[in-house]
């Protein structure tokens, strides 16, 4: 079956903001600007932050990096990010997760300018997706969007199951395929029968967090399958989808399925931010 790999869509993607980050800087002379604030350590979150600074340079977008201590407190975030939304030369915010414990990151979320909330995580970006109305919306499960597009997979009238209801990614999504005129059915951990209800979908979203969960015998044969799980083993960086899936329906590899459109599109997000604020400027 086909692999639904997402590098040459998050390629093309790049492309595309590159151009447009171009003819930003030369029309209308301004530069995108990305600053992710980073509390802590985290080694996990040391990659993917330096990973967004590689993205960023390629194509033209500046990276900002607010580095604060471990132990920072909620005042000290409060005002960095306070100070950030209101820089006229940074245009999109990232807060990276997770933070630690004496802090809340639905709150820092909330704290960010919506106008530059390229994670698509302020209530008010939350409140336009819930409307199907414009807006950022979390690079994640855009990504998810993005692929079915670009491989031409129907999306209204098909039944699409996701599996985990996270904030982050399983409610988003469910919405997203809901405007797309799907039908769609979310499954979490209180789901009597798993199985059952993922053998009915057309288009499997796994967004759990847990390895191996969705297995051969549980995908209906041709579905079109998104892992969007990612968990680092002993073995290597394993989804929630069993590989062997791929045998007989269409699905993403891990890595390189959805991973790579995430960080595409908080570029375009990110240069979507400065048109717009540049616009209002």
């Not at 990305?34 to 932050?49: H, I, N, Q, R, T």
């Not at 997760?97 to 530059?116: F, T």
């Not at 819930?130 to 079915?148: K, S």
């Not at 290597?236 to 590989?243: E, I, K, M, N, S």
Request: neutral net charge; aromatic residues 2%.
């Amino acid at each position: 079956m086909r692999e639904l790999d997402g590098r040459p869509v998050a390629k093309a993607m790049r492309q595309e903001v590159a151009a447009g980050v171009r003819a930003l800087v030369r029309d209308r002379g301004v530069r995108p600007c990305l600053a992710a604030v980073l509390v802590g350590s985290d080694p996990g979150s040391e990659v993917y932050v330096a990973g967004k600074q590689r993205d960023c340079e390629r194509v033209g977008i500046t990276s900002r990096l607010v580095r604060l201590p471990e132990d920072c407190t909620r005042e000290r975030l409060v005002q960095t990010l306070e100070e950030l939304s209101a820089d006229r030369e940074v245009h999109g915010i990232l807060v990276q997760q997770p933070l630690p414990r004496q802090l809340d990151a639905a709150e820092a979320s909330a704290l960010v300018d919506p106008r530059k909330d390229v994670d698509g995580l302020t209530p008010l970006q939350a409140g336009r997706l819930l409307r199907g109305e414009p807006g950022f919306v979390p690079c994640t499960p855009l990504g998810v969007m993005e692929i079915l597009r670009f491989y031409e997979i129907p999306v209204a009238g098909r039944h699409a199951v996701v599996v985990g209801r996270s904030t982050l990614v399983g409610r988003p999504v469910a919405l997203l395929l809901l405007h797309a005129n799907a039908t769609v059915t979310i499954c979490h951990s209180r789901t009597a029968d798993l199985p059952a209800m993922t053998r009915q979908a057309d288009i499997l979203v796994a967004a759990t967090g847990r390895p191996g969960l969705i297995r051969p015998e549980m995908v209906r044969r041709g579905a079109a399958v998104i892992d969007v799980g990612i968990t680092r083993t002993d073995d290597g960086l394993v989804g929630d989808v069993d590989p062997a899936v791929a045998e007989a329906a269409e699905l993403t590899p891990v890595p390189g399925g959805v991973g790579p459109m995430t960080r595409a599109l908080l570029l375009r997000n990110t240069l979507e931010a400065a048109r717009a604020w540049s616009s209002s400027a």
